[in-house]
């Protein structure tokens, strides 16, 4: 069957949350075995161009990796990129899911972001499938998903704008007259309630997404969200069990009331499906990020901080005073708590690099409540980046392949980095390993420049 993404591309780019390094921490964190990273085996169905798989594959050159997808050309220029690059340690095929089966081999990490709820119910029981019958014995599944009661707001929204896009067949044309549609609904009202404001902060997001995004997601034809406990009902019947989130901010219940986490202990105990579900109708989630792996596994819970010893931990905080401290999805914390501040003083020092938690010698619950927020971030292994430059400084083949191709640069923690300043792109352009720092002297600024490269995780070991 043809593949739309064949005719509109979907570029791929990192998601940090399906990193091996991420999930193994987190089986880590939960008392569960895992692969090392250094040379795990992963499989990522529907890899499209390899926008994800490959900046793994150039981080962990021992490890080895295997794409899929229905879409033939996003795969003939990832194939493209790889060649470029001279990687031996990842190959992608344009193949159907349905004929996947255990002659493939087994994976330690299986990969599966934004496909379940747009793909027919026997490609979703496939995807779990595969990460059952393909899964090492210690090995992690990755599944993203819209959740249920919050996917019904993108429902809803996805219903009105396909009345409007359903009698035009060019894809710029079906995104224009879909958002035309909010457009209308948002603005229509003499004096607008609580539902057209709603549209209209809706069709703001909308807007300020990729139009080939919109197209695939908002407008496709199929869409099926479902609630947390009826996905781990159909992985249950895979010989599949729920692991964690693969985000630790999305497990933390400090935002609910001390009365609504009174009522979970009430009514759902050590539960932790039916606990999370109950989470889910009150934070109206639309979004999961699951890991699984198989039954039996014994998932260590409640979360016990001394499991935290042996891994690695790195932040994206920053120091507003001595004592303040601001990081990602608005996670801070101010504390005159001297280990504490000496600790964050120290990851914010080594960022982006991540620091073992033995060298560090923090409180341990300190340190899981922080991870719990997402000031900092777990690692089961330091990350394959130099957070100083060195004598003669690199910058990743893949970001300087990226640069020429005048694409967004992955960056060798995971991220996509937009870089616009040309005298950074000229610098980016000669740091191929073979010049000197003095030879760089050109430059304007080139200290200054090398070092926030280094910072931004650009620059390899």
């Known amino acids: 069957m043809p593949s739309l993404y064949n005719e509109v591309a979907y570029p791929g780019h990192p998601f940090a949350q399906t990193h091996p390094d991420r999930l193994s921490a987190i089986a880590a964190l939960f008392g569960v075995p895992y ?12 890899c499209g161009d390899g926008g994800n798989m490959i900046p793994m594959a150039v981080g962990l050159p021992h490890a080895q990796f295997t794409g899929i997808d229905l879409a033939e050309k996003p795969v003939a220029q990832g194939k493209e990129t790889i060649a470029a690059l ?16 255990a002659s493939w081999g087994e994976f330690d990490y299986i990969i599966t972001h934004g496909l379940y709820s747009w793909t027919p119910s026997a490609v979703r029981d496939q995807i779990l ?14 599944v993203s998903y819209n959740a249920l009661p919050g996917g019904r707001i993108r429902q809803m929204l996805r219903e009105l704008m396909l009345f409007q896009a359903a009698d035009f067949e060019d894809p710029e044309e079906r995104i224009e007259q879909a958002k035309a549609l909010l457009g209308f609904v948002a603005t229509a009202a003499v004096n607008p309630d609580r539902f057209n404001l709603f549209i209209g902060e809706e069709l703001e997001r909308i807007r300020e997404r990729e139009p080939w995004a919109v197209f695939h997601d908002e407008l496709a034809d199929i869409y099926e969200p479902v609630y947390f406990h009826q996905f781990i009902d159909h992985a249950a019947t895979h010989g599949l069990q729920y692991l964690a989130e693969a985000s630790l901010p999305d497990m933390e219940e400090g935002r609910l009331t001390a009365d609504a986490i009174a009522t979970l202990d009430a009514i759902a105990g050590d539960d932790r499906v039916l606990r999370e579900q109950y989470v889910d109708f009150a934070r109206c989630r639309a979004f999961r990020q699951t890991l699984l792996c198989h039954a039996g596994k014994e998932v260590d819970f409640p979360l016990k901080p001394d499991r935290l010893a042996s891994l690695y931990v790195s932040t994206a905080a920053t120091a507003l005073s001595p004592d303040e401290f601001r990081g990602p999805l608005n996670a801070g914390l101010k504390t005159g708590h001297p280990q504490t501040k000496a600790m964050l003083h120290a990851l914010i020092e080594a960022a982006p690099q991540a620091v073992s938690v033995a060298e560090l010698k923090p409180d341990l619950q300190i340190l899981l409540a922080m991870a719990m927020t997402g000031l900092v971030d777990l690692h089961t292994a ?12 690199e910058v990743s083949p893949l970001a300087r392949h990226q640069l020429a191709k005048n694409l967004p640069l992955t960056t060798l923690h995971h991220a996509t980095l937009p870089v616009e300043d040309p005298m950074d792109r000229e610098l980016i352009s000669l740091l191929d390993g073979t010049r000197t720092q003095n030879e760089l002297k050109e430059i304007p600024d080139v200290r200054e420049r090398l070092n926030r490269l280094a910072r931004l995780g650009l620059l390899t070991p």
């Open 129 to 142: 499938k595969i990460s059952k019958q393909n899964l090492a014995p210690d090995g992690i599944a990755y």
């Open 86 to 101: 001279g990687l031996r340690n990842i190959k992608l095929h344009a193949a159907d899911l349905l004929t996947f089966d």
């Open 35 to 46: 692969t090392p990273v250094r040379t795990c085996r992963v499989l990522e169905l529907g």
């Open 382 to 393: 330091p990350r394959p980046l130099s957070a100083t430059p060195g004598p003669k400084p």
